[in-house]
């Protein structure tokens, strides 16, 4: 799953070909260059039928790059092109970490409500620089090293230049 992006809000279509409209999507709507290679892109989730005369969202499209550095090309730029439409792009997760991510999603809301710098990386949250570790999952109030609790400490790798 880490070449996958999912993109939301792509208009579906009966027997629709997902390539051809991903690659439009992308060069019509993003500004991005064609040449892009994919492993596979389609749809996923089922297809529900209508109810009450409303028109159903369309289903995610999930596509597998075939290199990583133009999945990142694609996420980086999807902020900027599309901010203010109906579109958007994010990471696919395996369901424990989309689980995670959910529980954070509202310390997350109530910290940026409080203009706090907040940052979601995978499934850990960074509130100002520190990593922010549920109560369900702190170990006491000293941690279990004595130096305060995990979030109380600051995350960042050395730069050692090696990765």
Not at 26 to 33: A, E, G, N, Q, V
Not at 77 to 93: D, H, I, M, R
């Amino acid at each position: 799953m880490r070449e996958n992006l999912l993109f939301f809000g792509i208009p579906e279509e009966e027997e629709e070909d997902c390539d051809i409209v991903l690659i439009d999507f992308l060069t019509d709507t993003m500004k991005i260059r064609t040449d892009i290679s994919f492993e596979r892109i389609h749809r996923v989730g089922r297809k529900h039928a209508p109810r009450d005369g409303q028109r159903q969202r369309p289903r995610p499209i999930v596509a597998k790059f075939s290199f990583f550095k133009d999945r990142e090309l694609v996420r980086s730029q999807a902020p900027w092109t599309l901010k203010g439409s109906n579109y958007w792009v994010k990471e696919q997760f395996p369901v424990e970490i989309e689980q995670r991510r959910k529980a954070l999603y509202p310390i997350m809301k109530e910290e940026r409500r409080k203009k706090n710098k907040v940052k979601l990386v995978r499934d850990r949250l960074f509130i100002n620089g520190f990593e922010y570790i549920p109560p369900a999952q702190r170990a006491g109030p000293t941690g279990a090293s004595g130096r305060g609790t995990p979030s109380q400490q600051e995350r960042k790798r050395a730069r050692t230049g090696y990765r």
